[in-house]
């Protein structure tokens, strides 16, 4: 069993920035592909960026390449998601998971956060 525990989403303005972070306890946290996914209101769950668990190779949806960054600690049994440029379109609820291959689909993962909204103003 993962617990998965997000934080560091908030009002920012457009072009701003954040931090996402996710915290795992459970299971060997190293163990585990992670990946962030979004969701807006009245939208599907939709990827964003995804690491392997050795930190080596990493993945991004085209609407957030070269503004978004994932990267993880896992000796803090951490995975972030630092986002840059941010645009309205940004604004959803943040969702991290982990999962024992990294891929761009929801249904790879096995555990889950909460989520920690993240809301980009104009």
């Known amino acids: 069993q993962v617990q998965l525990v997000e934080s560091g989403g908030g009002l920012v303005q457009a072009g701003g920035s954040l931090r996402l972070s996710c915290v795992a306890s459970?299971?060997?946290?190293?163990?585990?592909?992670m990946g962030w996914f979004r969701q807006a209101p009245g939208k599907e769950r939709e990827f964003v960026a995804a690491i392997s668990w050795t930190g080596g190779s990493t993945y991004y949806a085209a609407s957030v390449n070269d503004r978004f960054t994932i990267s993880r600690d896992n000796a803090k049994r951490t995975v972030y998601l630092q986002m840059n440029s941010l645009k309205p379109e940004d604004t959803a609820n943040y969702y991290c998971a982990a999962g024992t291959v990294v891929a761009p689909h929801s249904r790879k993962y096995d555990y889950w956060g909460q989520g920690t909204q993240v809301t980009v103003s104009s």
């Open positions: 459970g299971r060997t946290f190293s163990n585990y592909a």
